[in-house]
């Protein structure tokens, strides 16, 4: 059967979707992006990018309406080869992990579905959720492969690492198999798993850099109470020490996949994770601790407090569960007013100037540590537990 397009991407307009498919196109495959939200859908035909990516200005103006296209209509599911689905896979308001959202939007795209196509689950997904999708396609009646091919790539680094970092690839068959294999070596390298295997790849990735995180900052925090400098010790241990290079800094660890894959894993293996469960513990609980600590010396009920940097990690704009605005409500209720800047985030309305929060601020917090903030003279304490000050 012949198809209009090579691939579509649904959740095509979003963090993970949008720099897949400038990958694919810059390859020379057509490439459409369906998404529900109408706004990025305008502003991506438009040829400008929703998001902070680096080098993807340059690659979406040269390809789109040239092998790339956006739109929110679903009928172009039927018009591709190969669907990819890349929707984000949340955890709810008990931080408990949606572990339908993907088979629930297979439901909603298989009427469009047509026999010959391939299937490529590419969000990250509760284990077993592939068999779960094969089900689906079996009691459809329709022939479509299968495959999971987990996304691996850095935010705001993903057109380097897609065509440079290996591929994951599982199927439900070897056919499915070796179409996956097919496509994404036509950006790098593959690695060949069963489907079990690559889902519990991707939640051992994202639980153990969420681990090695919450060590440090677990480190930091004895430190800190002591009245110890963590920066001192840890620069001192990493000298010319090669065991201790790949000790962490301390900082918030946040953003939409670390917290989320080691609640997924948990909850996968019936809530028994001890150090994933500590992890998420120590992480989620630094912003309380600093808070803690700044009110043994500071008088921060009659004190404007400056926060520099709410998106979840340097050099982003996403701020999707990033612990400054965590650090921000619990000092609502501590200080007697709040500021914030970030020089990338847009969602945010209630941000200020940088100067306002210099001028104004007796007290400033490092949240994210933007290179902007490299060279600053404060003259102002300044809490910063990445150590950003330490090292510049």
């Given at each position: 059967m012949m198809f209009d397009y090579d691939i579509i991407i649904v959740g095509g307009c979003g963090r993970i979707g949008l720099p897949?498919?400038?990958?694919?196109?810059?390859?020379?495959?057509?490439?459409?992006?369906?998404?529900?939200?109408?706004?990025?859908?305008?502003?991506?035909?438009?040829?400008?990018?929703?998001?902070?990516?680096?080098?993807?200005?340059?690659?979406?103006?040269?390809?789109?309406?040239?092998?790339?296209?956006?739109?929110?209509?679903?009928?172009?599911?039927?018009?591709?080869?190969?669907?990819?689905?890349?929707?984000?896979?949340?955890?709810?308001?008990?931080?408990?992990?949606?572990?339908?959202?993907?088979?629930?939007?297979?439901?909603?795209?298989?009427?469009?579905?047509?026999?010959?196509?391939?299937?490529?689950?590419?969000?990250?997904?509760?284990?077993?959720?592939t068999r779960l999708v094969q089900n689906l396609l079996v009691e459809s009646a329709k022939k479509i492969d299968l495959a999971f091919c987990p996304e691996r790539i850095a935010e705001g680094k993903a057109l380097s690492e897609l065509t440079t970092?290996?591929?994951?690839?599982?199927?439900?068959?070897?056919?499915?198999?070796?179409?996956?294999?097919?496509?994404?070596?036509?950006?790098?390298?593959?690695?060949?798993?069963?489907?079990?295997?690559?889902?519990?790849?991707?939640?051992?990735t994202n639980s153990w850099r969420y681990i090695r995180f919450a060590i440090a900052n677990q480190l930091f925090i004895i430190a800190t109470k002591y009245s110890i400098d963590y920066y001192r010790v840890l620069n001192a241990i990493r000298e010319d020490y090669p065991r201790a290079q790949d000790i962490p800094t301390a900082g918030f660890v946040a953003g939409p996949c670390l917290l989320k894959d080691t609640l997924q894993l948990a909850a996968y293996n019936n809530n028994d994770f001890p150090l994933g469960q500590a992890a998420v513990s120590i992480n989620e609980g630094l912003p309380l601790f600093l808070v803690s600590t700044m009110l043994e010396s500071f008088d921060l009920h009659n004190m404007v407090i400056g926060i520099l940097g709410m998106a979840f990690k340097s050099e982003s704009d996403d701020i999707r569960y990033s612990l400054s605005y965590k650090l921000k409500k619990i000092l609502r209720f501590k200080s007697k007013e709040i500021l914030c800047h970030d020089p990338y985030v847009t969602s945010d309305k209630s941000l200020v100037e940088l100067s306002e929060v210099l001028e104004r601020a007796d007290l400033i917090i490092i949240g994210s540590p933007h290179s902007v903030y490299d060279d600053i003279s404060f003259h102002q304490p300044v809490i910063d537990v990445w150590g950003k000050l330490q090292t510049n």
């Open positions: 897949l498919g400038l990958a694919f196109a810059d390859k020379g495959l057509s490439v459409c992006l369906y998404d529900v939200d109408e706004k990025a859908v305008e502003t991506v035909s438009s040829g400008s990018m929703p998001f902070k990516e680096e080098d993807a200005d340059e690659f979406l103006k040269r390809l789109i309406d040239n092998r790339l296209i956006a739109t929110t209509n679903i009928e172009y599911i039927g018009r591709s080869e190969i669907v990819l689905i890349v929707i984000g896979t949340p955890v709810d308001e008990l931080n408990n992990p949606d572990m339908v959202a993907v088979p629930s939007t297979v439901e909603e795209i298989l009427p469009y579905m047509k026999d010959g196509q391939l299937l490529v689950l590419r969000s990250t997904i509760f284990p077993g959720s970092l290996p591929h994951i690839i599982s199927g439900v068959d070897a056919c499915s198999i070796q179409r996956a294999k097919n496509l994404f070596e036509t950006l790098a390298t593959t690695i060949e798993l069963t489907p079990e295997e690559a889902e519990l790849a991707k939640l051992f």
